[in-house]
């Protein structure tokens, strides 16, 4: 099965840029999103694929990818982005694989 | 607006069978596929599966084949999930999410409904 590998925690203080990565298999080949989930919440679309934020999030986030890792960039990072983040990949019908999550990772804001 | 409004929590035994609803306003119910993810406390993500209410095909995470069943009733806009043979593992928030059309983004999402595995 596809695994997809991100760190269980990033930190950060407010003001600097916190890079999350999620490793996958030819990930750099695949469409990853990105969501933020705040304790309690549910979780939210930050970023599709193609790096199109939906609304009302910020500009301060954004995607990148290569061969076997994809990266949620967030800079000037401020207090609300404290979150857990999850990258998704759609792995197609075949087999059953359907949707892949990440494990997460807690961005902590010191 | 685009709204999932789910059911409330629920309590169940092992062995037990629980049925979550999600209704969905502000779009065409059948327009978008609804997919159910769910997650044990201080837990990651787990997808189970995805429905596409226009035509009612599914397809489940081998991990819940043969124990859950995804519905939905076009008519007053809401989508089923049900999981049979609970066990205390299955304790969890239970999300539903709209997926995106143009790239199985999950665009939308439920407030989740906690589900509870108990003798």
Redesign the interface.
């Known amino acids: ?1 596809y695994v997809l590998t991100q760190p269980p925690s990033v930190s950060v203080a407010p003001g600097q840029t916190a890079s999350i990565t999620c490793g996958g298999n030819s990930i750099g080949s695949k ?1 990853v ?1 990105w ?1 933020q ?1 705040k304790p309690g919440q ?4 930050v970023l ?3 790096g199109d934020r ?1 609304s009302g999030i910020p500009d301060r986030f954004f995607a990148s990818s290569s061969e076997n890792t994809a990266t949620l960039t967030v800079i000037k990072v401020k207090v609300g982005d404290e979150a857990d983040y ?1 990258c ?1 990949v ?1 792995l197609g ?1 075949s ?2 694989q ?7 990772t807690k961005l902590t804001v010191l | 607006q685009v709204q999932l409004v789910q059911s409330g929590a629920e309590v169940k035994k092992p062995g037990a069978s629980v049925k979550v609803s999600c209704k969905a306003s502000g779009y065409t119910f059948t327009s978008y596929d609804i997919n159910w993810v769910r997650q044990a406390t201080g837990q990651g993500l787990e997808w189970m599966g995805w429905m596409n209410p226009s035509s009612g095909n599914t397809g489940y995470a081998q991990k819940f084949q043969g124990r859950v069943t995804m519905t939905r009733n076009t008519s007053i806009s809401t989508a089923y999930m049900e999981l049979s043979s609970l066990g205390s593992e299955d304790t969890a928030v239970y999300y539903c999410a709209r997926s995106s059309t143009s790239d199985y983004s999950f665009d939308y999402w439920g407030p989740g409904t906690l589900v509870t595995v108990s003798s």
């Open positions: 099965s469409n999103h969501y989930q549910a979780p939210v679309l599709h694929a193609n939906p999850y998704q759609w019908t087999d059953h359907g949707e892949v999550f990440g494990g997460g």
